[in-house]
């Protein structure tokens, strides 16, 4: 009864339009943050909005405050999810399709498998010991992997890089080749790895869909 004297009170034809308009009351944090949850979607982020009745304003302040902030700490955590994976998205979608043909001419990674199992690796990445140990690359003797960002730092030192992984779709990652993606070491990448770098190199491509390709 109370709470239909509050709804009286409320002006809902501006929302009667929409599907997902819930009424609700009580303390049951986990009935209305999971409903929250379900009815939250892109169609809607920016078209959210809370009718919170002046009783339960005034008489449990401190319990509609803890749950604005719960609320709110939810949406906008779905809106960087929603906006994170749109900018990953669209140019994974883009370098899939450019990297088409480079795909079907490429090589199945399973060939390798077992095929160096008793020969040392060596994994060049970027970071703090970079400089200090990228000296010693030539007394190494097996198989060198690196990224984008140490294909330089290898070279430079009269190395080799026998693999070169490539994962990111980002533009970004060519200028971290810093003028050798068009070399012809072997290239290892995800299908929508940068579409550039997979244009210029000249070696073998080898692509996969995820890591376990690569162990099995």
């Given amino acids: 009864e109370a709470l239909e004297k509050q709804i009286d009170k409320i002006d809902v034809k501006e929302y009667k339009q929409y599907m997902n308009l819930h009424f609700l009351s009580g303390a049951d944090f986990d009935t209305i943050i999971s409903m929250y949850e379900q009815c939250l979607d892109a169609s809607n982020f920016y078209n959210t909005n809370m009718i919170i009745s002046e009783t339960y304003l005034k008489f449990y302040s401190k319990y509609i405050t803890y749950l604005v902030k719960r609320l709110k700490a939810i949406l ?12 990953i998205l669209e140019p994974m979608i883009r370098n899939n399709l450019y990297n088409r043909k480079a795909i079907l001419q490429s090589y199945d990674i399973r060939q390798h ?54 994962i990111d779709s980002s533009e970004l990652i060519y200028d971290t080749f810093q003028g050798y993606a068009g070399c012809d070491f072997t290239l290892i990448s995800s299908a929508h790895g940068c579409a550039r770098v997979i244009k210029e190199n000249t070696g073998a491509k080898y692509f996969v869909e995820n890591s376990m390709q690569l162990t099995s």
Avoid: W
Wanted: proline share 6%; no cysteine.
């Fill in 113 to 166: 498998y077992n095929k160096y199992k008793d020969i040392p690796a060596l994994i060049v990445s970027a970071g703090p010991s970079l400089e200090k140990n990228i000296k010693y690359i030539n007394r190494f003797k097996g198989l060198v992997f690196t990224g984008g960002r140490t294909v330089a730092p290898v070279l430079k030192q009269g190395g080799r890089p026998d693999f070169v992984g490539v």
């Fill in 76 to 87: 906008e955590k779905e809106v960087i999810n929603h906006n994170t994976a749109k900018s």
